[in-house]
């Protein structure tokens, strides 16, 4: 087990309010993405991921690893946001409700979708401060020379940099998901970074 | 989540590229629903990736966290707790002391690794017709010809009938029974297949009649029945029955458990209780109260009833009281919970089953509040 894994578990299993950090850091922002295709349109996603961090830490349960949890997190997101159609009577509720379980395959897509792409962000999110200030901006469509002038250095410090998160992703990350940030020349995401 | 986490793996691999002949063929296979295949091409595609993550990046999970540590601030009901351990702190010195006279400290030793390595060690013992006891051992082959003809040998799964359907006035009965910390396989003359699980017991006829097959089990096992229209397969389980047509089931009917727990697969069968009959359809858990002699059925997460017969133990929002009576079972532990209410924590995950002990309860003492000490083949369950 990683680190950060064992911080997740020691965070949710022992209540341990610091470590609960690193639950936010490695969920929260997935688990708004997966809420919002269900009711990003009548209502904050945010505050119903929010309520389901909140419960969780309420709540008196274990867990062994973190795949217990991220299925734990995934259905309590995905019921609260079932809940909340039916309550509030919205126009999708019927339709939604009618169709979707939670079982269902349309629902594993979506699952996959946000785990793979969870996989991406956490990885990134595990560079370096600066390294990875770089990488979410060229993410963001910034060229070379944009990012150098935000950040108010020179041209080939941006690439260095660029490289140097390259290698750190490579050499720190053993997962496999951290493979598909490197094509088979070594660099990262090829298309973002013309 | 086992299946998604793969496709993500196999996704995440394919586009860097590193997928191995095998992995390409499952993804293959996956992709074959055109569902799925627009799916792979939406996320796979460098617009979807750039746009996903940007939406990620949007969400700010520090505020979150931020707004989080505020809301909890506010004082929350822990008195309970303190209440629980100060009525607890005589026992646990008591127990501390125990421990530290007779000098043993836990997770030094590992008296169960080698067992928990080789369950399969055990005595399995199957019980022939007349009476005569052969003890079943993995390294050890086993070739029984008896008088009707019927031939009874080990391979590498386990056991194995194969003879012809006799019709005789007079079944002969043979018995296996597995022990704790055992498992094993059989495969009666019917071909059909069960898996039967630690402190198991399964009845059987060498063949079967030709109308009819009929079973008798205790403990845990897991069914693979040979499809045979003609002659229904019945497994007895206490005062219940199951009519099975063809089909894979797993039966949870320990004595200690108030409840017989039939876990339908594929196939179809019927829970018999005197003049009640429940049909399954797959996916659905039968479960027959001994106390009350009620019989129901729900929808369940069947993996969770299964895992056990692939190597691991699953548990969704199950109790200590109930994980520790499986592993008692499993490494052939005495399970001493220092407080009731220890019993009622809720857990869920996975276990390997091949891991020791040891193994299990460090990571779980690692990431809870609750303390585990091994003492020979004892374990004492308390707060930290």
Known sequence: MQKDDVHILEAVNKKNSKLYKYVYTTYYASLCRYAKRFVGDICDEEDLVQEIFVKLWEKEIFFTNLKALSTYLYRSVYNACLIYIRDHKAERSSELLDVQVYESEDNERYLIEEEYFRQIYIAINNLGTQRKTIILMSLAGKSNEEIATELNISINTVKTLKRRAYNDLRNILPLPAFFLLLNSSGYLFPNLLH | ?384
């Open chain 2, 1 to 384: 989540m086992d299946r998604i986490l793969k496709i993500v793996r196999l996704l995440h691999k394919y586009k860097a590229g590193k997928l191995t002949p095998e992995e390409y063929a499952e993804l293959q296979e996956w992709l074959s629903p055109e569902k799925n295949r627009i799916l792979a091409e939406k996320i796979l595609s460098d617009e979807r990736e750039k746009e996903a993550l940007e939406e990620l990046t949007n969400y700010d999970s520090n505020r979150a966290y931020h707004q989080f540590t505020q809301q909890i601030s506010r004082p929350r009901i822990q008195h309970r707790w303190w209440w629980v351990a100060a009525m607890l702190l005589p026992l646990a010195i008591a127990i501390a002391l125990f421990l530290k006279i007779d000098n043993n400290t836990i997770f030094t030793k590992d008296p169960f690794a080698q067992q928990s390595e080789t369950p399969a060690k055990v005595e399995v013992i199957l019980t022939l017709g007349d009476g005569q006891k052969v003890v079943l051992e993995k390294d050890r082959p086993v070739c029984i010809r008896n008088i009707s003809g019927i031939m009874i040998h080990t391979d590498s799964s386990g056991l194995v009938y194969q003879g012809e359907v006799i019709e005789k006035e007079q079944l002969t009965y043979n018995e296996v029974y597995v022990p704790r910390r055992g498992e094993y396989t059989l495969q009666l003359s019917d071909g059909t297949r069960i898996f039967l699980n630690a402190d198991s017991r399964l009845k059987y006829p060498e063949t079967f009649k030709k109308d009819c097959r009929e079973v008798e089990l205790s403990g845990e096992g897991y069914f693979e029945v040979t499809k045979d229209p003609k002659r229904p397969f019945f497994v007895k389980v206490g005062d219940t029955k199951i009519c099975v047509l063809g089909t894979a089931f797993n039966v949870n009917a320990y004595k200690e458990i108030p409840e017989i727990k039939t876990t339908l697969i594929s196939g179809k069968v019927n829970i018999v209780y005197q003049d009640q009959t429940l049909e399954l359809i797959p996916g659905e858990q039968s479960r027959f109260n001994k106390n009350d002699a009620s019989l129901q059925k729900e929808r369940v997460n069947v993996s969770l009833y299964t895992a056990w017969k692939d190597g691991l133990f699953k548990f969704e929002h199950e109790n200590l009281e109930h994980i520790m009576m499986i592993l008692e079972r499993w490494y052939d532990i005495q399970v001493f919970f220092e407080s009731p209410h220890l019993k009622e924590y809720l857990f869920s995950g996975d276990l390997k089953k091949y891991d020791t002990i040891e193994e299990h309860l460090k990571m779980l003492e690692m990431t809870t509040n609750i303390h585990f000490t091994i003492q020979d083949h004892s374990v004492f369950i308390s707060n930290k």
